[in-house]
């Protein structure tokens, strides 16, 4: 396996007004080339803005800490450091969509309005493959074929809000692609489609990725999902990624209490019917972050004495997976 992206140590803070806070603090991934890399966990664990990092979507008011790492390797073998990328500059504009493409839960947040989704998907065409607007036309439809939007040569002269919500976001997926990124970020990208077309869209994704080799990030607040879709899964509560490692493990043999919550808030099959158990208690804002272990605060689990007083070092006891728990310590262990 090859790694195509490596993110080491990566914090981000923001200016508010209540002074600077920082929703993501140490955070450490790889995704492997032709892999699915999920990251998981609840609202305002700061998902979205780790992976918006790396394409300096940002807000001017964040700032990276000052040893944080985004090392991406690009098609041609050059590793690029995505933090030191001017805004503006060529490079990043080739890097967006050419490299890295990203996906978004609401599809017209990708597309514009006033412009036919042919014409938008030629343009990334004529741009990332070179091609002429007569060849970047029949792409575009193929591209639409692709991705199951039948009668693909009408509906390329159709504007975005012509498209049912299920058949815009597979679109999207078309548009993203048609710009052959090598590494495709999903930003929670079926959440807002109801179950059947969720399943379908994510069934849909799992094969263009595999047929095409590229790598992905997959984000969601589902474990589920990423028992679907995901090769290696990341746990991420409040900024920091608590377990990871291969998904079929960590779904199998959760270490971290939190893990274990998500996954009981997953109905199984047989059960259906049966009352979700969501982790209990609310995720503290990044403005009161607890001190020690950041779940302490939830985790019916919690040595006292340890937990709320020192953050927990990652430890592995299960090959290549890692966790950050004082119960997987031998120091937390016997103080417990
Ligand atoms: N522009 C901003 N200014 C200040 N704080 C911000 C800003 N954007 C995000 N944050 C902080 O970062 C936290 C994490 O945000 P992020 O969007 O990454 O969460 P998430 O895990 O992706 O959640 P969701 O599933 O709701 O998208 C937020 O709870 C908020 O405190």
Redo the contacts with the bound molecule.
Sequence with gaps: MSKMLSVENLS?S???DEGV?T??KGVSFTVEKGRTLGLV????????????ALMQL??G??RLGAASRMIYTAKDGQQISLGNLRHGSKELRRIRGGEIGMIF?EPMASFSPVYTIGNQMMEAIMLHRGLKKREARQFAIGMLNKVGISNAAARVDQYPHELSGGMRQRAMIALTLSAGPALLIA??PTTALDVTIQAQVLDLMRDLQRELGMGMIF?T?DLGVIAQIADDVAV?YL?TIVERGPAKEVIRNPQHPYTQGLLDAIPSLDHLHDRLKPVPGD?P???ARPGGCPFHTRCTQAIAGTCEVHEPPETSAIPGCAVRCWLHTSQGRSAA
């Design positions: 981000i923001f200016r508010t806070i929703p993501v966990g609840e609202s305002g664990s700061g998902k979205s803005i780790s992976t918006k940002l807000p008011t964040a839960q930003d929670e984000i607040h991420m900024g995720i804002s990044p403005t």
